[in-house]
């Protein structure tokens, strides 16, 4: 009851025994009694009802109190931190980051953002027409990994757009479990975004893929980056890649004789 009322931003007054000191942050979230008899309890309820000025201070510390203390969020962070520093590997599994972004359904994602990053990404950033970038993900730790999604499993390419800006760049990609790629690649140039193209079996619907980097160029504010993914797609093995995958996913979508007129004016 006292959580709920401070959730709500209103003051509680208790007596200091049990848990009650727990859900009652004496001077934030309400008031404790100095003592447990009911002449303390009243002393404590005339303040708060005499004293505007404190209780619409208790009122909005106790909201803020709340938030910082109680909620999923928080929760989400302190359960982040503790992973973060006690499980082996876990500064370069979980990134020092959490994202409260709610995710984008997966139906109304782009063919080529079909993609969940799991760790070691920051944030969606962009877009950045000046950089001839869609939204993007930096890996800003040497190893990240995220899901693929594809309808059914077996025989796929796995194509990740990307830039990297550090030279003598190694990358090692793992997909199901399984070396994908092991090697160079090179300094992007020209704002143009790079192509890895790679052969994968899938064994379920959402395949975890790794991508381990050798080298980052620092960022103005201190960041390590290893490489920028501005798209990740799964085609069947019979698919081709395109040069814009997710528009021609979009015309093939088109009625057929809008389809065709767009077949026409590329031709």
Not at 20 to 43: C, Y
Not at 121 to 129: H, L, N, V
Not at 230 to 239: H, M, Q, R, T
Request: hydrophobic share 40%; proline share 6%.
């Amino acid at each position: 009851m006292f959580l709920e009322a401070a959730a709500c931003g209103v003051p509680s007054v208790g007596y200091a025994v049990g848990g009650v000191p727990e859900a009652i942050k004496h001077g934030a979230t309400g008031i404790l009694a100095k003592e447990t008899t009911p002449e303390a309890l009243g002393d404590a309820i005339l303040r708060i009802h005499d004293d505007a000025d404190l209780r619409n201070a208790l009122a909005n510390w106790a909201r803020i109190t709340f938030e910082n203390e109680r909620t999923l969020e928080c929760s989400y962070h302190r359960l982040h931190a503790v992973l973060r520093r006690f499980l082996a590997g876990g500064e370069s599994m979980f990134g020092r980051k959490i994202s409260l972004r709610p995710q984008q359904a997966r139906e109304d994602r782009p063919a080529s953002d079909a993609w969940e990053a799991l760790t070691g990404f920051s944030d969606w950033e962009g877009p950045y027409p000046d950089w001839n970038l869609p939204r993007c993900r930096w890996q800003d730790h040497r190893v990240g990994s995220f899901h693929v999604m594809a309808r059914d499993s077996g025989a796929h390419t796995l194509l990740i757009r990307y830039r990297n800006t550090a030279p003598g760049q190694q990358l090692r990609i793992e997909c199901a479990g399984r070396k994908v790629f092991l090697g160079p690649i090179p300094v992007s140039r020209n704002l143009e975004d790079s192509l890895l193209s790679l052969d994968v079996e899938l064994d379920e619907a959402r395949s975890l893929v790794t991508s381990e980097a050798s080298s980052a160029s620092p960022s103005p504010e201190g960041r390590a980056l290893y490489i920028l993914v501005s798209g990740v797609e799964v085609l069947p093995k019979s698919g081709q890649a395109r040069e814009r995958p997710g528009l021609w996913t979009t015309i093939r979508s088109l009625p057929r004789r809008l389809r065709a007129w767009f077949v026409r004016r590329r031709d």
